[in-house]
């Protein structure tokens, strides 16, 4: 799995699972775009990463369509070419059931969970069907193949992620490339510290109950590591993954079993 001569680009990449892909594909020697809103969080990602010239930041907010077009361009300008896409910009700031979720909660949480990636690989596509070969790996979750209740928006738009990356794979195989889902099991990022109170109150919970209903629904009994899901894009990303497009990969701990 060597992308010795390879570029990334890992949206989202500044934090939790985004920055331990993008730590993971350095390693294997690819050369990586990682996109942020925040510079503190870009800047700390940086000294972490600490891979020199062989990572750029582009502050970028992947909602809007230019932001995303922007952090495409960039890997062009900053490494020439783009072989390798990750869509993991992501997540809910809000939580309600069918019964309770506002329009904005709605609209803002299908927008940072589903916008994102079509903006980006739309813009992607133009550069690697061209050349015919490319990957890339769209970042879903569990709540995407057996959701929660309370988490409506959330699982809606990592369902309807999974539906865009099959066509996708479909429509992109006769030239060279491929697309897949991840779907993480709960893991414990920053953004979970910061955001699972809220969800565990939809639950009827709190925070430590809800990492307790994450953790009872595993086969291992334990939550998902960052190094976990990387690993499972690494794959996706490489040539020894060439032969798998369309596929939904559970990094989950057997929760959806």
Same mark, same amino acid.
């Given at each position: 799995?060597?992308?010795?001569?390879?570029?990334?680009?890992?949206?989202?990449?500044?934090?939790?699972?985004?920055?331990?892909?993008?730590?993971?594909?350095?390693? /294997?020697?690819?050369?990586?775009?990682?996109?942020?809103?925040?510079?503190? *969080?870009?800047?700390?990602?940086?000294?972490?990463?600490?891979?020199?010239?062989?990572?750029?930041? $582009? %502050?970028?907010?992947?909602?809007?369509?230019?932001?995303?077009?922007?952090?495409?361009?960039?890997?062009?300008?900053?490494?020439? /070419?783009?072989?390798?896409?990750?869509?993991?910009?992501?997540?809910?700031?809000?939580?309600?059931?069918?019964?309770?979720?506002?329009?904005?909660?709605? *609209?803002?949480?299908?927008?940072?969970? %589903?916008?994102?990636?079509?903006?980006?690989?739309? /813009?992607?596509?133009?550069?690697?069907?061209?050349?015919?070969?490319?990957?890339?790996?769209?970042?879903?979750?569990?709540?995407?193949?057996?959701?929660?209740?309370?988490? $409506?928006?959330?699982?809606?738009?990592? *369902?309807?992620?999974?539906? %865009?990356?099959?066509?996708?794979?479909?429509?992109?195989?006769?030239?060279?490339?491929?697309?897949? $889902?991840?779907?993480?099991?709960?893991v414990e990022t920053d953004w979970?510290?910061?955001?699972?109170?809220?969800?565990?109150?939809?639950?009827?919970?709190?925070?430590?109950?809800?990492?307790? *209903?994450?953790?009872?629904?595993?086969?291992?009994?334990?939550?998902?590591?960052?190094?976990?899901?990387?690993?499972?894009? %690494?794959?996706?990303?490489? /040539?020894?993954?060439?032969?798998?497009?369309?596929? $939904?990969?559970?990094?989950?701990?057997?929760?959806?079993?």
């Amino acid at each position: 799995m060597d992308l010795t001569g390879k570029t990334a680009l890992v949206t989202g990449g500044t934090r939790g699972i985004g920055l331990a892909i993008a730590d993971t594909l350095l390693r /294997h020697g690819a050369r990586v775009v990682v996109t942020g809103r925040d510079r503190e *969080h870009g800047d700390r990602a940086l000294a972490r990463l600490d891979a020199g010239d062989d990572v750029t930041l $582009c %502050l970028a907010d992947a909602t809007l369509r230019a932001d995303a077009e922007r952090a495409v361009d960039t890997v062009v300008e900053r490494y020439g /070419h783009l072989d390798v896409v990750v869509n993991n910009v992501g997540g809910a700031t809000d939580f309600a059931t069918v019964a309770d979720i506002t329009d904005d909660v709605w *609209h803002r949480t299908l927008a940072l969970n %589903l916008d994102t990636a079509l903006y980006t690989t739309r /813009h992607a596509l133009s550069l690697l069907v061209p050349q015919r070969s490319g990957r890339v790996v769209n970042i879903s979750s569990m709540e995407g193949r057996d959701p929660d209740p309370g988490l $409506c928006a959330y699982a809606a738009a990592k *369902h309807a992620l999974i539906g %865009l990356t099959r066509v996708l794979a479909k429509e992109v195989g006769p030239y060279g490339i491929t697309a897949n $889902c991840v779907c993480p099991g709960a893991v414990e990022t920053d953004w979970v510290v910061e955001q699972g109170p809220r969800a565990a109150r939809v639950l009827g919970t709190d925070y430590p109950g809800l990492i307790r *209903h994450f953790v009872g629904r595993t086969a291992t009994g334990r939550l998902t590591r960052p190094d976990e899901v990387a690993a499972a894009v %690494l794959l996706l990303a490489s /040539h020894a993954g060439s032969g798998i497009t369309g596929a $939904c990969l559970a990094v989950d701990g057997g929760t959806t079993v």
